[in-house]
């Protein structure tokens, strides 16, 4: 990887005449990054894993069939310093619905119903929906503001606060939502499905073989979902800079080659995302609703404090 950023980084600097200036912007891009290594060096990002020892009672996180991870992952990720949030539980959602609730075996029957493999009640476009998404999210996100940013002709600069608010919020929100994940511990749906006969609410039924629409789970907790937080944190902030109008806009999938969606505001993307595993059979709604309240309300927190001009304040749009 460090060969290859090299290389990128040779390239895109041969397409800059040679000169002072030059010298001079390599001299800050090398200061600026020495800085936050220098800040970021005692953040805990490499500490080692927390050990997980799985629960064994009904609602509590387990090892996912087929592949049934030794270890779930970023169990320590809580821990990590935040770029802008005071703490890691600073938004920390509400618990998931108990089991005998009606919410939680209305979420149950969704879930199992679309997100199953080789679908049964999933159209053939939610089920695409499902395997679309099944992706790096936040590089979907910054794939999104890379195609903002080139349609709206935003300056180096005015580029450089976008994808910084972006990817700064998203990193937050990461940390947010693991803090929430290994509070809760919330079974995912594969196994809540296949253990259905122990949760004790008689509108869930169980199926003993039922596997996702996407294949393997993800190797942490059901509660928030992941999509949800990132997909409502990156829209929070496009749409804070780049305001709500609509605009036409396509995305590529991390995980499908070839195959595009399009949107006419970056909230229709979160939506669709979020939407999305529920239809891939890796969370029940309500991850995704308690996901999508955390990320809005990381953005807000950091497009409000956060890279905002000490004297005058241009107005983004001002291009």
């Not at 990128?8 to 990054?33: C, F, N, W, Y």
């Not at 805990?44 to 592949?67: C, E, K, L, W």
């Not at 969704?110 to 997100?115: A, D, I, P, T």
């Not at 990156?234 to 999938?253: C, I, K, Q, W």
């Amino acid at each position: 990887m460090r060969e290859q950023l090299d290389t990128q980084q040779q390239h895109s600097l041969a397409q800059v005449p040679d000169g002072e200036h030059k010298t001079a912007g390599v001299r800050i891009g090398q200061t600026v990054a020495a800085s936050m290594l220098s800040r970021r060096s005692n953040d805990r990002s490499d500490a080692q894993p927390i050990p997980y020892v799985f629960g064994t009672a009904p609602g509590d996180y387990q090892s996912t069939p087929p592949n049934f991870p030794p270890q779930p992952q970023f169990t320590h990720w809580s821990r990590v310093t935040p770029f802008a949030l005071e703490r890691a539980n600073q938004f920390r959602p509400g618990p998931p619905p108990v089991l005998t609730s009606d919410g939680y075996g209305d979420a149950f029957d969704e879930v199992k119903s679309f997100g199953v493999a080789n679908r049964t009640l999933a159209s053939a476009d939610q089920a695409l929906t499902g395997r679309f998404w099944n992706g790096a999210i936040q590089n979907y996100w910054n794939e999104i503001a890379q195609t903002a940013s080139a349609a709206h002709h935003l300056t180096t600069a005015q580029a450089a606060r976008l994808f910084a608010l972006l990817n700064l919020t998203l990193a937050d929100g990461v940390i947010a939502f693991y803090d929430a994940k290994y509070t809760y511990n919330f079974w995912r749906p594969v196994t809540a499905i296949r253990a259905a006969d122990t949760d004790d609410n008689p509108a869930t039924g169980a199926d003993p073989n039922w596997l996702p629409e996407v294949g393997k789970t993800g190797a942490d907790p059901s509660y928030p979902g992941a999509h949800g937080v990132i997909s409502a944190a990156a829209a929070g902030v496009l749409t804070a800079l780049f305001g709500r109008d609509p605009f036409e806009f396509s995305v590529t999938s991390e995980v499908l080659p070839g195959v595009e969606r399009s949107f006419r505001t970056f909230g229709d993307a979160a939506h669709e995302a979020s939407l999305s595993r529920i239809f891939g059979g890796q969370h029940f709604r309500f991850d995704q609703t308690a996901g999508e309240r955390l990320g809005r309300e990381v953005a807000d927190f950091v497009v409000a404090g956060f890279l905002t001009r000490r004297h005058v304040q241009e107005d983004f749009d001002d291009r």
